[in-house]
């Protein structure tokens, strides 16, 4: 498959559970994003990665954890989230300069 | 801190008519101003971009214009097709790194046949 892909699409999960969204890009790309979409409000940058190290973090929760083991992959694990945290967590990708950046389908979240 | 205003929140033209929105940012060092559409369920996507050394850009129907003294930066759709209805988010860079954006919340433009 071409372009930024992430799995699930959809996921439902109870505030004690643990899971993880996972993100992947097919465009050789060396930047990886998350951001947050939640209604009436605009997109959250939440990570940044760059050449795989971790360049940006914006106060993001702890219960939130970003992993991106190479350029290609990236992954957000979750634990003991809140109600308020569902919400459409998008990924995307770029060339560090090069500054479009090319989003996924997204996750849709609802933590019960 | 950093923060993009965007305005109108909602829109609706007719078919053939003209729509802008228009965007302010607040941090001085930004020099880079993409547009992403989002059509209902689907990802955004970057239509047209504009970065601080240009003052406008055109892409057929579609035009950015950028006064960086202000601080604002507007989207033009000209022709407008009932295809162009969507949700559309500006962006600004911040923080000294081009590839660092903030969004504005989104305007929803409805085309009507």
């Known amino acids: 498959e071409t372009g930024v892909t992430q799995t699930p699409r959809h996921l439902v999960m109870g505030m004690t559970n643990k899971k993880s969204l996972k993100c992947e890009q097919h465009?050789?790309?060396?930047?990886m994003y998350w951001y947050k979409q939640s209604a009436k409000k605009p997109l959250e940058l939440m990570f940044v990665?760059?050449?795989?190290?971790?360049?940006e973090n914006n106060s993001v929760p702890s219960r939130f954890s970003p992993e991106c083991p190479n350029s290609s992959h990236l992954f957000l694990h979750l634990h003991t989230l809140q109600p308020e945290d569902s919400a459409l967590y998008l990924c995307?990708?770029?060339?560090?300069?090069?500054?479009?950046?090319?989003f996924g389908p997204g996750t849709r979240l609802t933590v019960l | 801190g950093e923060n993009v205003e965007q305005h109108p929140s909602t829109l609706s033209v007719q078919e053939g008519d003209s729509a802008v929105i228009k965007c302010t940012y607040s941090d001085s060092a930004s020099n880079y101003f993409p547009w992403y559409k989002q059509e209902l369920g689907k990802r955004p996507q970057l239509i047209i971009d504009?970065?601080?050394?240009?003052g406008e850009k055109k892409d057929q129907r579609i035009a950015v214009t950028l006064n960086k003294t202000a601080k604002h930066f507007s989207l033009h759709i000209t022709e407008t097709q009932p295809e162009d209805s969507a949700v559309y988010f500006c962006?600004?860079?911040?923080?000294?790194?081009?590839?660092?954006?903030?969004f504005g919340t989104g305007t929803l433009l409805a085309v009507q046949p």
């Open positions: 465009l050789g790309h060396n930047a």
């Open positions: 504009i970065r601080s050394n240009v």
């Open positions: 990665y760059s050449l795989e190290e971790r360049v």
């Open positions: 995307a990708s770029s060339q560090e300069y090069d500054n479009e950046q090319f």
């Open positions: 962006a600004a860079s911040f923080g000294g790194a081009t590839n660092k954006l903030i």
